[in-house]
């Protein structure tokens, strides 16, 4: 019996494939037949005739492409098949499933209806919807109420319409595109991703955001399998301390190296600065490389609080940070010697001391004519009254005040605070507050050893932590410029080889032949030069070895001095004074109703000068002088020039153009504030709240690592040093 019954199913399907067939000359794929079925019953219901298949599943066979259901009902006559139940789809690796679908043989068409279809490619991407239709012919998926599709490393792309090409193993997304991956947020109006390339392309209006940073663009990809994501066409990002445009950029996930291409733009408003360039590589280790004319503008207003920006450009620049507390001691001690070398003011200090012997010279001749009472001998100087200091305290022996100050202010074991030894270091008539604390320490306690020494060691190291100093981790900014480096301001320009500047001690050294030129026609140079930068001005500015300054009276005539150091001092970038120290040589045109008559030939040891409105109003010398005086017609051109004499006003840079010629953006901010962070609809909807839960949990690490960092900070301001090592240093003083 059940012999008959499988050859009398074999048959029916034999004859269920036979009206189709019969209608028109079809090839084998295109013939619509019924391959597999648990049973199929006939029927004719309206005039039209109908097969119901059931089947563990059914199958159908179309265009290369099976049909699975647990039911079916085939209608002949309109050549359409609605089946239900475990409904799938499948050909050549891809499979659409759901309960329920309507195949249009005909049109070669299968419309899956909800209230979840999926799609699974055959790299395991799987794409859902609520309503879906799929091209047995083409191998074409569309939707178009809303999608979304997940890959196994679960990432998201979700949008209002979208495509599936088969056969090119292409998603294309349209219409409200959201996309996730790895701590990356997207939204755009359109995307396409190649599953055999790994790379989501994405056009118009495309934003992305990562940690703080924002991101604006027209163009580009992702490259999923090499981490790596591309922005072309009109590029905008910002994030808390910065803006920038540029005309691509390439991130590299893994590394954090990212890579900027011409029209760059890179704005700090809290600096107020911009950089600017067409190449920029900046790697993780925050370090930035700056090719192709880059430049810098630091804008701001001038003396007459006139906006007036400064431009700074070079071959190339490098512009990095390190923490304070990673410097190495020695480069911090060279930098303090240079700040103080630069602030030192050596002529100052010289006419003080000229003032101080005049002084002397004075009251001894005072003395001896009788106005002044003269000094007596001291046989006893212990005799000789103490001296106050400016809150009434006499000045004894720096020990006895010491101890003395010590018991009244800590009786018993009372244990001294760092902010206590502040108070003695103030109060000590020999304490000197400039010093470190640890050097205040040595004078005003640990030479008190009977004190210490009666300190147990877990008492010497809670002393000891509240002594200690927590580390500096300010960040710092550095640059260093290499090659054709120039500097352009309306009152103010600059050109050397190379330079080198650090927030370390906000000087800039320049090397390679350096000048610089103060309202067009001063012109200073020297073999080396230094220049200290104070609230964004110029503040001093040392030239070292083979210094010289040259101010244009006229195309052939030019006062010189030359010095083997000079000290320029600026306000406001104004050049107010400088100083010329050691082997003074100048060159001076007197003018007499605006012609030049008589040239001043000057020889000292040192010298100053007042300039104001760019010209040497006052010149005074703290040392012998000898001066000559010549008519202009009777002193021999060449022997109008010191040497080493060169004006080379023809390598000023004359306008911000010669320093780059790109404009300068204002801040964009604003058009931006408005777009909001995609919320991930349809993933949400069809996935779980699989993002949802991905932000959440991105948030929660954020917040890990916040804390992580915070405590971290804490742990190294309040780092115990070892009490062994402790013990030891007060043992050794």
């Known amino acids: 019996m059940n012999l008959i019954r499988k050859v009398f199913n074999i048959a029916l399907l034999a004859f269920c494939t036979l009206p189709l067939a019969a209608q028109r000359n079809l090839s084998e794929e295109d013939i619509f037949r019924l391959v597999d079925a648990a049973s199929v019953q006939q029927f004719e219901e309206f005039g039209m005739n109908y097969r119901k298949v059931l089947g563990d599943p059914a199958r159908f066979l179309h265009n290369n492409t099976f049909l699975l259901c647990d039911s079916a009902v085939w209608n002949v006559s309109a050549k359409y098949v609605e089946a239900f139940g475990n409904v799938r789809i499948v050909q050549d ?394 500097v352009w301001r309306s009152d103010l320009q600059m050109r050397c080889d190379s330079l080198f500047f650090s927030e370390l001690d906000s000087i800039a050294q320049l090397f390679g032949r350096p000048i610089l030129w103060n309202k067009i026609k001063n012109q200073l140079t020297s073999d080396e030069m230094q220049l200290m930068i104070k609230d964004g001005n110029l503040y001093r500015g040392s030239m070292l070895s083979n210094a010289m300054i040259i101010t244009q009276e006229d195309t052939i005539h030019f006062n010189q001095i030359k010095s083997t150091e000079m000290m320029g001092f600026f306000r406001e970038n104004q050049l107010y004074r400088y100083d010329a120290l050691g082997g003074v040589y100048a060159i001076f045109y007197v003018v007499e109703d605006q012609t030049i008559t008589t040239i001043n030939v000057k020889e000292a040891e040192s010298m100053t000068a007042v300039i104001k409105d760019g010209n040497a109003e006052r010149l005074i010398y703290l040392s012998k002088i000898n001066s000559d005086a010549y008519p202009l017609a009777e002193l021999a051109k060449e022997k109008q020039r010191l040497k080493g004499f060169e004006w080379r006003g023809e390598k000023r840079p004359v306008d911000r153009f010669d320093i780059t010629s790109q404009p300068v953006y204002l801040s964009h901010r604003d058009r931006y504030i408005d777009i909001t962070r995609p919320d991930y609809t349809y993933s949400n909807r069809y996935y779980n709240d699989h993002m949802s839960k991905v932000i959440n949990e991105i948030n929660t690490r954020a917040e890990r690592e916040r804390q992580r960092q915070s405590d971290l900070a804490e742990e190294e301001a309040s780092s115990e040093p070892d009490s062994l090592n402790v013990k030891t240093e007060v043992e050794k003083k």
Not at 123 to 140: A, H, P
């Open 93 to 486: 690796g891809t499979m659409l499933s759901s309960e329920s679908a309507t195949y249009l043989i005909d049109n070669n068409l299968v419309r899956f209806n909800g209230p979840l279809v999926e799609l699974v490619d055959k790299e395991g991407n799987r794409l859902r919807s609520d309503r879906m239709v799929y091209n047995t012919k083409d191998s074409v998926a569309t939707y178009e109420s809303g999608g979304a599709m997940k890959d196994k490393e679960g990432s998201v792309i979700e949008s209002r319409t979208g495509i599936y090409d088969s056969k090119i193993n292409t998603f294309t997304f349209d219409g409200e595109v959201e996309v996730y991956t790895d701590t990356i947020f997207m939204k755009s109006t359109t995307m396409r991703y190649l599953t055999d390339e790994k790379r989501i392309y994405f056009g118009h209006n495309t934003y992305t955001w990562r940690g703080d940073g924002f991101i604006k663009s027209d163009a580009g990809w992702y490259d999923n399998s090499k981490g790596i994501i591309h922005f072309a066409l009109d590029v905008y990002m910002n994030n808390d301390d910065y803006e920038a445009w540029c005309d691509e950029v390439y991130y590299h996930r893994e590394t954090g190296r990212t890579e900027m291409y011409n029209n760059i733009q890179i704005l700090n408003e809290k600096d107020y600065m911009t950089i600017l360039g067409n190449k920029l590589i900046y790697t993780a280790d925050t370090v930035a490389t700056l090719t192709d004319r880059p430049a810098i503008a630091y804008y701001g207003e001038n003396e007459n609080h006139i906006v007036d920006s400064l431009f700074f450009g070079a071959d190339t620049l490098h512009l990095y940070t390190v923490k304070r507390n990673y410097i190495p001691k020695e480069t911090i001690d060279k930098a303090k010697e240079r700040k103080k070398s630069l602030l030192f003011d050596a002529l100052t200090e010289l006419r003080n001391k000229q003032a101080e012997e005049r002084a002397k010279e004075a009251e001894k001749k005072m003395r001896e004519l009788g106005k002044l009472p003269p000094i007596l001998p001291q046989k006893d100087s212990s005799a000789v009254p103490p001296v106050q200091d400016s809150l009434g305290t006499s000045s004894l022996d720096s020990l006895a005040i010491q101890v003395d100050t010590t018991a009244a202010m800590f009786p018993g074991d009372t244990i001294p605070t760092q902010k206590m030894l502040h108070g003695i270091a103030r109060d000590s008539t020999f304490s000197d507050t400039s010093k470190p604390l640890s050097e205040l320490q040595d004078s005003t306690l640990l030479q008190t050893g009977k004190l210490l020494s009666n300190l147990p060691d877990s008492t010497m190291v809670k002393m000891q932590e509240e002594l200690a100093e927590p580390p500096d981790s300010t960040a710092l900014k550095h640059i260093i410029a290499y090659r054709n480096v120039r």
